[in-house]
């Protein structure tokens, strides 16, 4: 039986390692639908599981988009601290 798509997504995001990012459609695309990018954003921003670095998952375009636990800024100073930007 094939995992539902939430857990599929916090799967592939919980693997991105530390330095490392990915964009919204890649965590789709590896989840198993390319073209759920907007449902992957949706799983981020309720993602309350301090085990799944969404802080790692960014926009197509290289802007950092939201973060649940403290917004942009923050999203912005863990990427850093780990030497992603």
Known sequence: MRR???ERVLNVVRKIPKGGSMTY???AGKAGNSNAA?????IMR???????PCHRVIRSDGTLG?????GAMRKRQL?????AL
């Open 4 to 6: 539902p798509f939430r």
């Open 25 to 27: 459609k890649q965590v």
């Open 38 to 42: 907007r449902a992957v954003g949706g």
């Open 46 to 52: 309720t993602n309350r599981d301090p085990d799944i």
């Open 66 to 70: 939201g973060y649940n636990r403290g």
């Open 79 to 83: 990427l850093s601290r780990e030497g």
